[in-house]
């Protein structure tokens, strides 16, 4: 089995930070890319930023410049530094993976989410 968890979400004021970390459990040879996702009520889950194994790295253009997004290989985790907040950030933020196992080449899986408000 393969799990991922998701930690750090909360309650933040405008123009504040919040670090999200997720952690990758279970039966893993190779993690090869690894994102987060988030979505409000009434609109489609959208990619936020994502991290490919060499460290190639994509964000949306809503976040580009205030998120960063990093992995460490070794403890199978990816983590989502999120700086400047906005109201328009609040959603739930979910962690995806592509992972190999022992008898796959590559499966997703996704986290259950944290909440990240943004409010004054």
């Known amino acids: 089995q393969v799990q991922l968890v998701e930690s750090g979400g909360g309650l933040v004021h405008p123009g504040g930070s919040l670090r999200l970390s997720c952690a990758a459990s279970g039966s893993i040879l190779t993690i090869y890319a690894m994102g987060w996702y988030r979505q409000t009520p009434g609109k489609q889950r959208e990619l936020v930023a994502a991290?490919?194994?060499?460290?190639?790295?994509n964000y949306a253009d809503s976040v580009k410049g205030r998120f960063t997004i990093s992995r460490d290989n070794a403890k199978n985790m990816v983590y989502l530094q999120m700086n400047s907040l906005k109201p328009e950030d609040t959603a739930v933020y979910s962690c995806?993976?592509?992972?190999?196992?022992?008898?796959?080449?590559?499966?997703?899986?996704w986290g259950q989410g944290t909440q990240v408000t943004v409010s004054s």
């Open positions: 991290i490919t194994m060499g460290g190639t790295t």
């Open positions: 995806s993976a592509d992972i190999r196992g022992y008898s796959d080449y590559g499966t997703i899986y």
